[in-house]
């Protein structure tokens, strides 16, 4: 394929030019991606990459069930919800039977974005509230309002700080936070934090309408929270009048391995769950699924109508990511790898002083670098070093967390136990050769 694609250099000057200029780009040496195919990807010279971290194409790049059942959809119908389909009550069937049983009523849009900001009509709508508490450096779209209530953006560079009813609480990160994981007792505290902004929101007559969190922070830093910490704030937020919203854009689908959604590993059921990018494989497709109480509150006159939301085409491909993912045994798969990546990882971390802290569960992983393992200073130039070192042998990796010091590896759902191996030979060679420079 060489010499018949522009090169770097004429693409990147046509970006420039034609698009924003806060369109990031990946690498410091960019890539010219130009085919997929599950867990691989290649350039436009025909080299091929391992994709590590790109957790949108779930079941794979490209998958040719998936590409089939919108290529079939798209040649019969495709039209808006104000006519009836059986595909759209076939999919909204099919993920109420995945969901715990009282979460059945089903809103399609087109990405976590837009679902994240139906979630939040409707914890108003029930509850007539309009204050709410986020984590710490979380992200939840890319919307005027997921901006105002994601920490992560506007805290950031360019930020301009919370509105006054976007309440923050700190992140639970038991690694690096507050409260650590030699403090038996951690989890409370920092439940009593959240307990705090409900009180000062009270207090000042405003108060909380609804607790909106990712079951596992991913742009935190790719981690689990303390089972006991959910559960303690879906219970205060609770007894407050709020309601609590799960954000499973990033963990759904049985991507964490042991469970299918990522709040399971907590034993809580959210009033509202919140889908995104992966459920269609790249389609642009979201979710919200809730009580029929809520819905019921939401139901209050207003037409509600998503032109492109629950379209034929995005229901069967929808339908059939849920076939792979059951089918090809996808949530075993995850478990298992990901099991073993995680000792492998353990293993490297004894080797080389950069690695801090190795968490996550199935295909959902993070490696946090640290330049002192007392101080726990970021290694946030290392990260980058390691990520780019990375491109240049042939896998994709990405950096998340406050300090972008946190390797994230999250790839499509069928990268295997020989991929994993191929990674962490990689890894190895890219710590060793960052160590001796």
Known sequence: ??????????????????????????????????????????????????????????????????????????????????????LIHNYATRLGALLPAALKVCYFVNSGSEANEL????????????????????????????????????????????????????????????????????????????????????????????FLAESWPSVGGQMSLPADYVRGVYAAVRAAGGVCIADEVQTALGRLGDHFWGFEYYDVVPDIVVLGKPIGNGHPIGAVVTTAEIAASFDNGMEYFSTFGGNAVSCAIGLAVLDVVADEKLQTHAQAVGGHLLDRLNALKDRHRLIGDVRGAGLFLGVELVKDLKSLEPATREASAIVNA????????????????????????????????HLIRNLDAAFAALAAD
Not at 1 to 8: I, V
């Open 1 to 86: 394929m060489k010499g018949t694609q522009p090169s770097t250099a004429t693409l990147l000057a046509q970006r420039r030019k034609l698009l924003g200029g806060n369109l990031s780009v990946s690498y410091e040496n960019p890539l010219h991606i130009v085919r997929g195919s599950m867990q691989y990807l290649w350039d436009a010279d025909g080299r091929k990459f391992l994709d590590a971290y790109n957790n949108v194409p779930h079941v794979g790049h490209c998958h040719p069930r998936v590409v089939a059942a919108g290529q079939q959809q798209m040649a019969l119908l495709n039209t808006n919800t104000r006519y009836l389909h059986e």
């Open 390 to 421: 990375m491109r240049e042998r042939g896998v994709l990796l990405g950096t998340d967390g406050p300090y972008h010091s946190v390797l994230k590896i999250r790839p499509p759902m069928p990268f295997d136990r020989q991929d994993a191996e």
């Open 119 to 210: 979630a939040l009509r409707l914890a108003r709508a029930h509850t007539r509230r309009r204050d709410l508490i986020v984590l710490e450096h979380a992200y939840h779209g890319n919307t005027t309002t997921m901006i105002d209530v994601s920490p992560y953006k506007h805290s950031g560079r360019g930020g301009e700080g919370a509105p006054p009813w976007v309440h923050v609480a700190p992140l639970p990160d038991l690694y690096r936070g507050a409260h650590r994981r030699d403090d038996p007792d951690a989890a409370r505290k920092y439940v009593r934090g959240v307990e705090t902004l409900i009180e000062q929101a009270r207090a000042r007559a405003a108060p909380v309408g609804a």
